[in-house]
C-alpha cells in the first residue's frame, strides 16, 4: 500500500471517530480505568475496524496491541488525546494515528476533532495543516520562548510564557506550525507514543527539533512511556534539555 492509500485509510479513520463521537449521548467516564471516557472506548471502536481492514497492525491508548502481528506496519492511535478536554467541551482534542515501518514514523496525521484542523506528514515530503506547507517559529532564545509542558516545573526556566492544553499531539503540531515555540514535557510526566508519535514526525518534517530528556530512544512499539521535548530549532530545544530541574 503507498503513503497515498494509507493517509486515505487514516482520514477514514478520522472520519469514523467523528461519527462515532457525535452519536454518542454520554461522554463520561466509562468506569473502566481511571481517566477512560465512554468517548474513549466509542471512538477506538469505531477506528480499529478500518485501520485493521487495511492490514495495519494497530497498537491503541485504549485496547492495546490487535490486528496482524506479523503486519510489517504499525499504526500508533490515539483515538481521543485529550479526552478530559473533551469530555468538559474544551475545544482542543484530536486523533493522532501514526505509522511505523522497519525505518521509524512513516506518515502521520492529527487532526482537532472539534475544529477540524488537519495536520499530516510523510516522511521526507515536509508538514501540512489543511494541505498547505508549515515551519515552526523559528524562535533560538527561550527568554521570548512561548512554551507549552505537561506537568509541572520544579524551576522556572526562563521562558517568556507557558501554556498547559491537555492535548499533547495537538501541540507538538503547535510548535511544527510556530503557534507555540516549544513543548516540553516537565517535572515527574510523561507521555506515551501513542500520545506523541504522529506530532514528532509533522514537527520533524516540518523542521522542528525533536529530543528525549533521558536519552532514551524516542520511538516507542509498545506501551512505553518517554520524556519528549520539541522547538522551533536546536539552540531553544537544547537550552530547555539543560534545565534537569524543570
Not at 515536509?126 to 515551519?135: K, L, N, Q
Request: charged content about 20%; glycine content about 12%.
Amino acid at each position: 500500500m503507498d503513503e497515498t492509500r494509507l493517509l486515505q485509510v487514516l482520514d477514514e479513520a478520522v472520519r469514523a471517530v467523528r461519527s462515532a463521537l457525535d452519536g454518542l449521548d454520554d461522554w463520561g467516564l466509562a468506569g473502566t480505568r481511571p481517566g477512560q471516557y465512554r468517548l474513549d472506548l466509542a471512538a477506538d471502536a469505531a477506528a480499529l475496524p478500518i485501520l485493521h481492514g487495511a492490514g495495519l497492525a494497530v497498537l491503541s491508548e485504549e485496547s492495546g496491541m490487535s490486528g496482524d502481528a506479523s503486519a510489517s506496519l504499525l499504526a500508533v492511535i490515539d483515538p481521543v488525546d485529550g479526552s478530559t478536554n473533551a469530555h468538559r467541551g474544551i475545544p482542543f482534542y484530536a486523533t493522532s494515528i501514526c505509522v511505523l515501518d522497519a525505518e521509524g514514523p512513516l506518515l502521520g496525521v492529527v487532526v482537532n476533532q472539534a475544529t477540524g484542523s488537519h495536520f499530516a506528514a510523510v516522511r521526507g515530503e515536509g508538514a501540512r495543516r489543511d494541505g498547505e506547507s508549515i515551519r515552526p517559529s523559528g524562535c533560538t532564545e527561550i527568554s521570548s520562548a512561548i512554551v507549552g509542558i505537561s506537568g509541572f516545573p520544579g524551576v522556572h526556566p526562563g521562558w517568556a510564557q507557558f501554556r498547559t492544553l491537555g492535548a499533547a499531539a495537538l501541540e507538538f503540531c503547535a510548535v511544527a506550525e510556530g503557534m507555540l515555540d516549544a513543548y516540553a514535557v516537565v517535572g515527574t510526566s510523561t507521555l506515551f507514543g501513542w500520545d506523541y508519535l504522529a506530532g514528532l514526525l509533522i514537527c520533524s518534517e516540518a523542521g522542528a527539533v525533536t529530543l528525549e530528556r533521558d536519552g532514551a530512544e524516542i520511538v516507542v512499539r509498545d506501551d512505553g512511556t518517554r520524556r519528549p521535548i520539541v522547538a522551533a530549532t536546536r539552540k531553544l530545544a537544547e537550552r530547555l534539555l539543560k534545565e534537569h530541574d524543570l
